[in-house]
Structures are given as structure tokens and as C-alpha cells.
């Protein structure tokens, strides 16, 4: 079976600060990892993904993702945080092609300036 | 190139009504998946379409259902509607070749009075 689990519901950076999520998997085979990104009243964005290969993955608005076989995680980084990333960010796994996607509970970015 | 569209955007019922979602895939998308977003809960997911098949559904009662049609555009059904099933629906879609990938639409805001 599958998991997510996103460490800390609520987490708050200052402007210009580093931004770090925290997102640990379980999983029984090879997964693929993937950040969502919700703002307010909308839909769900790709940030980035992992599937196979490079295990630093870049993403878009400055976003990045290493993949830690040997801890089970998946990390999301960016250098500076902006106003603008403030938002819901989910974590997610999946074992293979198509099926469902398994999203951890999520975490709330604020921004402080 | 257009994302993925979900109609309509707000929904209000009252119980025991029915209620029905529509989702059209980004172009060349084959999959379309649904999922609940309901306070509290996080995110569930509901079916899985592909190729005008179910694949799979996840932990939801039979009034849940839905189909998908020849143009891949999908609906969600969901009969005898209860107070608990207000939730943003999110509707995705995925291409054949890289199909761990979803793509999600802006969601449906379901109301049940």
C-alpha cells in the first residue's frame, strides 16, 4: 500500500526566506512523486515530478524537489519565497501508469513581508 | 493549448437530488480521473476512466458513477445527494504516453442544502 505524509499543516516563511516542505512516501514498489500547488478557489497546478532518472528535479516558479530513495522522501525547496507562493501545496505518489494518485493532506504556505 | 475544463463551476442542491459534472480532457488525453476535495478529508480519489472504460474507483457508494464518452469528455454523477457530499470536485486528465502524469481542471463547488 500505498502513503503520504506531509510534515506540518501550516508553515510560514518570510519573504525572501527559504521555503521547505516536507513529504515522506511509502510505497512497496518504484514511485513516481509529484507537487501540486492549489490557490484559492482553483484547481490543482503541477509543480514538479519525478518519475525516473535525475533525482533533483526543477520545476516551475523556482521550485525543486530531490528524490531520497534511502529516507523515503521527497522534499520541495526554493531559494527565496515570494508573496506570490503563498498557497496549499500537496504532495502525491503514484505506482505506475495511470490509476489513482495518493495525495498526502497537504500544507499551507504563508508568506509574511 | 487549453487545459483541462470542468463545468459548471458552482453547483447548489438540496438532498436527495442529483446532481451531474461535467470534465473535457486537454486535448489528446485519454484518461480523465475524478476526485473529492472535501473539507477536512483532503483529497479522495473518486474513478478512473480510459478508453470509455471504469478502471478504477476508490472508496465511494455506488451512487457515485459516471461515464466517459467517444470525445473522452467525461460526467460524474452523484444520486441521492447528502449533505456530505458538498466538496470541490477536481476532475484530470492524463495523456496516453506518460500517463503517471494528471492534469487537474479548476474543480466543481458542489453545495448540498
Known amino acids: 500500500a500505498q502513503s503520504v505524509t506531509q510534515l506540518g499543516s501550516h508553515v510560514s516563511v518570510s519573504e525572501g526566506a527559504l521555503v521547505l516542505l516536507r513529504c515522506n512516501y511509502s510505497s512497496s514498489v518504484p514511485p513516481y512523486l509529484f507537487w501540486y500547488v492549489q490557490y484559492p478557489n482553483q484547481g490543482l497546478q503541477l509543480l514538479l515530478k519525478y518519475t525516473t532518472g535525475a533525482t533533483l528535479v526543477k520545476g516551475i516558479n523556482g521550485f525543486e524537489a530531490e528524490f531520497k530513495k534511502s529516507e523515503t522522501s521527497f522534499h520541495l525547496t526554493k531559494p527565496s519565497a515570494h508573496m506570490s507562493d503563498a498557497a496549499e501545496y500537496f504532495c502525491?505518489?503514484?505506482?505506475?501508469?495511470?490509476?489513482?494518485?495518493?495525495f498526502g493532506q497537504g500544507t499551507e504556505l504563508s508568506v509574511k513581508p | 493549448e487549453a487545459g483541462v475544463t470542468q463545468s459548471p463551476t458552482h453547483l447548489i442542491k438540496t438532498r436527495g437530488q442529483q446532481a451531474t459534472l461535467r470534465c473535457s480532457p486537454i486535448s489528446g488525453h485519454t484518461s480523465v480521473y475524478w476526485y473529492q476535495q472535501a473539507l477536512g478529508l483532503g483529497l479522495q480519489f473518486l474513478l478512473w476512466?480510459?478508453?470509455?472504460?471504469?478502471?478504477n474507483r476508490g472508496n465511494f457508494p455506488p451512487r457515485f458513477s459516471g461515464r466517459q464518452f467517444p470525445n473522452y469528455s467525461s460526467e460524474l454523477n452523484v444520486n441521492a445527494l447528502e449533505l456530505e457530499d458538498s466538496a470541490l470536485y477536481l476532475c484530470?486528465?492524463?495523456?496516453?504516453?506518460?500517463?503517471?502524469?494528471?492534469?487537474f481542471g479548476p474543480g466543481t463547488r458542489l453545495l448540498v442544502l
Open positions: 476512466y480510459d478508453e470509455g472504460e471504469e478502471r
Open positions: 502525491a505518489v503514484a505506482t505506475g501508469q495511470g490509476g489513482k494518485l495518493i
Open positions: 484530470a486528465s492524463s495523456p496516453l504516453l506518460g500517463r503517471e502524469t494528471q492534469y
